[in-house]
């Protein structure tokens, strides 16, 4: 379920003091609660099967994901001159001294997205590519039953006149095809690993 940007501006995340000029794009209700220290078990779903086409059933979001990765080879969208380090810098280098000392969390396994920090609440993955640099945060947030719930924000900062044509022109493939499926994903996975959280 799509949520209101407030979803996200409104609550104190630390990514706030470090990713202020990034622009909201989405924020996303996530198919996962449960307690108040279960974030670790979902940043790990997520870091080692958000994204991977072999494991999510829709036709739809392997298409779109191998077209993406194809284009990306041929006009080199996705070359390591592009990327964080090169293009642009990562966030890690702004991140205050508690944040720098703070578990970094997992890199994602099937997508180039990179942690920047984890806490008890929050983790942030960034990339970037010639396009967009961009950032994932996942928030672990009270809900109105007494306990948690996961939401994902996405923050952009486009490369230019052409990254925010390219933002805009995926759009519709985003809320088409890429959200619902790796949403599906995501719940199914969460509901599996039930058992390893109440045995943990």
């Known amino acids: 379920m799509r949520l209101p940007k407030t979803a996200y501006t409104s609550r104190p995340w630390r990514i706030h003091e470090v990713a202020d000029d990034f622009q909201v ?3 996303w209700a996530l198919p996962a609660s449960g307690g108040p220290d279960d974030l670790p078990y979902l940043v790990r779903q997520i870091a080692n099967s958000g994204g991977d086409t072999a494991t999510t059933p829709s036709p739809v979001y392997r298409v779109l994901f191998t077209a993406r990765w194809t284009l ?9 001159s592009a990327g964080l380090g090169a293009r642009v810098r990562t ?14 969390g997992p890199d994602l396994r ?13 983790w942030v993955a960034e990339t970037a590519n010639r396009t967009v640099h961009a950032v994932m945060h996942i928030g672990w947030v009270p809900d109105e039953a007494g306990g948690y719930r ?11 006149l052409f990254g925010t044509a390219y933002m ?11 959200y619902p499926a790796l949403f599906r994903a995501v719940g199914r996975e969460w509901q599996a690993s039930a058992g ?3 045995a943990g």
Request: aromatic fraction near 10%; charged fraction near 30%; glycine fraction near 6%.
């Open 168 to 178: 805009t022109a995926i759009k519709p493939f985003r809320y088409l095809g890429v």
């Open 150 to 160: 996961a939401q994902m924000a996405v923050l952009v900062k486009p490369n230019g």
């Open 25 to 27: 794009e989405d924020v």
């Open 72 to 80: 990306g080879r041929w006009f080199g969208w996705d070359e390591s």
């Open 196 to 198: 390893e959280r109440s």
């Open 110 to 122: 099937s997508l180039p997205f990179t942690s920047v920090y984890q806490l008890h609440d929050e």
């Open 91 to 104: 966030l890690r280098d702004r991140l205050p001294t508690d944040l720098r000392e703070a578990p970094r």
